[in-house]
């Protein structure tokens, strides 16, 4: 897998993929500390951070589809739109410092719909995803210092439809900035985060909830 940050002139590319390498290992119930940090900053219990904190520095972020392609039409495509719509919703019901809120209309979470197989190198979509691996689905931000200023998610075209509530959930929650999946057997029907999930959870986890209202605490 390629490295988990790319420096950019005046911007920094973060592609962030449901990968062993994105994943930080850990044993048993985790204290809510140890979980933020370990989801927002891949820090072991007890270590310091080994990713920057990532944030969106507006209370409103928005999300929606704008690539499709032929393998999503027909029901395929109605299950991914509510998908988000659903996402949205169940993050916004955090009470968390931040709506996320779905929208046609240049959002700053872009969804691809990509005629590309899971395991091969996207090609062609003219978009910033381009040149990475897919696995079932892949994250990529830009940011500025630690600004989240776009999100971009690729989704691919052998995921089975239901998998897609799930995975868009998780997607959506890591380009919110929780960019680092937990490899841990307690959380794999705890966590939406979980490595060790098999797709199945549609909804957060209490600590999933608790993660994203420290990362965007209320004023």
Same mark, same amino acid.
């Given at each position: 897998m390629r490295p988990w940050w790319l420096a950019l002139p005046l911007s920094l590319l973060l592609p962030v993929a $449901?990968?062993?390498? !994105?994943?930080?290992?850990? !044993?048993? /119930? #985790?204290?809510d500390r140890d979980f933020y940090r370990l989801v927002a900053c891949a820090?072991?219990? &007890?270590?310091?951070?080994?990713? %920057?904190?990532?944030?969106?520095?507006?209370?409103?972020?928005?999300? &929606?589809?704008?690539? @499709?392609? %032929? %393998?999503?039409?027909?029901?395929?495509?109605? @299950? $991914?739109e509510a998908s988000?719509?659903?996402?949205?919703? @169940? #993050?916004?019901?955090?009470g968390a410092g931040l709506r996320v809120v779905v929208t046609d209309r240049a959002p700053d979470i872009a969804i691809h719909l990509l005629d590309t197989l899971r395991g091969d190198v996207i090609a062609g979509s003219g978009t910033p995803l381009d040149g990475l691996t897919l696995a079932n689905a892949i994250t990529r931000l830009s940011v500025r210092g630690n600004r989240i200023e776009a999100a971009h998610v690729g989704f691919s075209r052998d995921m089975t439809i239901r998998q897609y509530e799930s995975v868009m959930l998780e997607e959506i929650l890591q /380009? #919110? &900035? #929780?960019?680092? !999946?937990?490899?841990?057997?307690?959380y794999q029907t705890r966590s939406i985060l979980s490595q060790n999930a098999d797709n199945s959870l549609k909804r957060l986890g209490a600590q999933d909830e608790m993660a994203l209202r420290t990362h965007y605490p209320r004023n």
């Open positions: $449901a990968a062993a390498q !994105d994943a930080v290992r850990s !044993d048993g /119930a #985790l204290s820090a072991t219990p &007890g270590a310091a951070c080994r990713k %920057p904190l990532l944030k969106w520095e507006k209370p409103e972020v928005t999300v &929606g589809i704008v690539t @499709r392609t %032929p %393998p999503y039409l027909g029901g395929k495509m109605k @299950r $991914a988000v719509v659903r996402a949205a919703q @169940r #993050l916004t019901a955090t /380009a #919110l &900035g #929780l960019v680092t !999946d937990i490899e841990n057997p307690h």
